[in-house]
């Protein structure tokens, strides 16, 4: 009988560290959930930024055959543009 407070104390700290633990990692689901809806939306708009760029490159493709511009500076700015969206998909990657 004597046993019987030290093994309710025992439960009774066991309990409350299954409770702090529980709440420490509510806790972190929370904050991976956070961070998950920032992350999803920066990929949202990368996507974004990546679809107008490429649509950049297209206009300036088009805008190449029909003004004659200088073949060496539009291969110039569609690299240029194309480093900007391999930019974009190593962040997004990320």
């Given at each position: 009988?004597?046993?019987?407070?030290?093994?309710?104390?025992?439960?009774?700290?066991?309990?409350?560290?299954?409770?702090?633990?529980?709440?420490?990692?509510?806790?972190?689901?929370?904050?991976?959930?956070?961070?998950?809806?920032?992350?999803?939306?920066?990929?949202?708009?990368?996507?974004?930024?990546?679809?107008?760029?490429?649509?950049?490159?297209?206009?300036?493709?088009?805008?190449?055959?029909?003004?004659?511009?200088?073949?060496?500076?539009?291969?110039?700015?569609?690299?240029e543009?194309?480093?900007?969206?391999?930019?974009?998909?190593?962040?997004?990657?990320r």
């Open positions: 009988m004597e046993m019987l407070p030290l093994i309710v104390e025992g439960i009774e700290n066991k309990i409350k560290k299954i409770v702090f633990r529980t709440q420490q990692l509510s806790k972190e689901n929370q904050d991976l959930k956070n961070e998950r809806s920032l992350q999803e939306e920066k990929i949202r708009q990368l996507t974004a930024k990546i679809l107008e760029m490429e649509d950049q490159m297209n206009k300036l493709k088009v805008s190449k055959v029909l003004t004659g511009k200088d073949n060496l500076q539009a291969r110039h700015q569609i690299n543009l194309l480093r900007e969206i391999e930019k974009c998909y190593v962040l997004l990657n």
